[in-house]
């Protein structure tokens, strides 16, 4: 029932529109924010690019290094009405910097809001969506987060939301329809493209277009106006959430929300489950492992969100995972993994723990324990969509061991919170390895 649910929905996923040569695959980078907040400085910012290419996380995929909140001055530009650098931060002035890591063969990402002011209270880009992005192309920006700070009262909509999750700030919008479970929730049948949020969010995509040079939009309006109705068509990519948090319930709350818009994963447009957390808080690394595989399948960006120079080996590996980037980044198959062995269920706390997704290198298999002890988990290979009877050649994802030719399916011990990912390639003669699904520890 979920596949036909899917499939019935994969016409309300409408092609992206903004097709300027840019962004058909999820950003791999690094973002500010995380780590230092409004504390950002050029030498923190130059730090992060040179460590993303030292540590090998440049050759691994990441070149996008973004500054966040807090990087600009208080005030426009009198004559030009321009947004300026904060130079006691940014000496060299954000061009500066842009050069610098051009030269690094990084690219170079910066932050507005779709509002009077961002988040920290600094001129943002409401009403002035053309010059901000000529700035921006002048100064040889490769990437835009668009914030949905500072909204004016007469840019505010009546309605915002659909179905409230249990925390009551987060938003579903399920089933391609807008569900009013409650008064103050959005009529069913509204429609979001006739919303401010629409109209701001498109302001700053067609002011991108009118640009020679092409910039990534990164939509962070948290998952409300409707997005996922409309977020493929404005932008490449778009946060379907409220933030995150470096705590594992929240990584669950994403996890779970985000399940439900993975029929909205396209090229050249997607949702955005938000930067990682890997190497902040008290993460596990079963924890960190399972952030980041989930994260990788469900095809969102994946910004590295930590000071890098504190990373860990064990978290470098984790974000270096040639088998999850690989799954991200494929160009050739534009779906995301699904869950299977499943009911269509929203729960915060027990998200879908079966997910099952098809890249150039096999068929990717993510096995998701969120109980509080070890569990053992078990898959037939009948039961995963892309799979059938019969045997297959298994490829344990993390530690890159092979786990022979496969019949029937596979039986694991799974660490609490952890995530185990299986490569399955091709079909085996059974008469080569085992005849029955195998413990494996
Ligand atoms: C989604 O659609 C299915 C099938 O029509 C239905 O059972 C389910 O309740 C719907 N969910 C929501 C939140 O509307
Ligand atoms: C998983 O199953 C194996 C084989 O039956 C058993 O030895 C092991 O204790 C089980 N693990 C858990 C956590 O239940």
């Known amino acids: 029932m979920i596949r036909l649910l ?53 050759d691994a995929g990441y070149t996008y290094v973004n500054i966040d909140d807090c990087w ?38 910066i932050y507005s809001s779709a509002g009077k002011t961002t988040c920290k209270k600094l001129p943002a ?61 959005c009529p069913s049948d509204y429609d979001f493209r006739r919303s401010k949020t629409y109209q701001r969010y498109k302001a700053m995509r067609d002011a991108i277009l009118a640009q020679s040079r092409p910039m990534i939009y990164s939509i962070c309006n948290k998952g409300k106006g409707g997005i996922p109705g409309w977020g493929n068509e404005i932008g490449h990519s778009w946060r379907s959430t409220e933030d995150i948090d470096p705590e594992w319930s929240r990584i669950l709350e994403i996890i779970n929300q985000n399940s439900f818009y993975m029929n909205h994963v396209n090229f050249y447009g997607r949702p955005d489950a938000d930067m990682l957390e890997i190497g902040n808080g008290d993460l596990t690394l079963a924890e960190s492992r399972s952030h980041f595989a989930f994260w990788a399948a469900m095809k969102s960006p994946l910004l590295i969100g930590t000071d890098l120079s504190q990373l860990s080996q064990e978290h470098i590996r984790i974000l270096k995972n040639d088998v999850l980037l690989a799954f991200n980044q494929d160009d050739v198959y534009e779906g995301p993994a699904m869950p299977f062995k499943w009911d269509w269920t929203f729960s915060p706390t027990n998200p879908a723990e079966f997910w ?86």
């Open 125 to 185: 880009s409401l009403g002035y969506e053309l010059i901000d992005a000529e700035t921006w192309a002048e100064w040889q920006i490769d990437y835009l987060k668009l914030d949905d700070c500072g909204v004016p009262r007469e840019w505010k909509d009546d309605c915002l939301a659909c179905v409230p999750d249990s925390r009551k700030t987060h938003y579903v919008y399920m089933n391609g329809t807008c569900k009013n479970l409650a008064g103050n929730w």
């Open 356 to 441: 099952s997704g098809q890249f150039q290198r096999g068929i990717l298999i993510l096995l998701l324990n969120v109980e509080f002890a070890p569990r053992n988990m078990s898959v037939n290979w009948e039961e995963v969509p892309q799979l059938g009877d019969g045997s297959y050649w298994v490829t344990d994802g993390w530690t890159g061991e092979s786990l022979g030719c496969l019949s029937d399916g596979i039986a694991v011990e799974v660490e609490t919170h952890d995530t185990r990912i299986l490569l399955v390639g091709n079909r085996c003669w059974s008469s080569e390895g085992r005849y029955r699904p195998m413990w494996w520890k």
């Open 6 to 58: 899917f499939t019935l929905l994969i016409e309300a996923a409408s092609a992206m529109s903004l097709i300027n040569g840019v962004g058909k695959l999820p950003t791999l980078g690094w973002n500010s924010w995380n780590a230092f907040e409004c504390s950002i400085t050029e030498s923190q910012v130059l730090s992060a690019a040179q460590n993303l290419i030292d540590l090998g996380l440049k």
């Open 72 to 109: 600009n001055d208080r005030s426009r530009d009198p004559t030009t009405h321009r947004l300026q650098p904060d130079l006691g931060k940014f000496p060299d002035g954000i061009k500066g910097i842009a050069s610098r890591v051009h030269n690094m063969g990084l690219k170079m990402g």
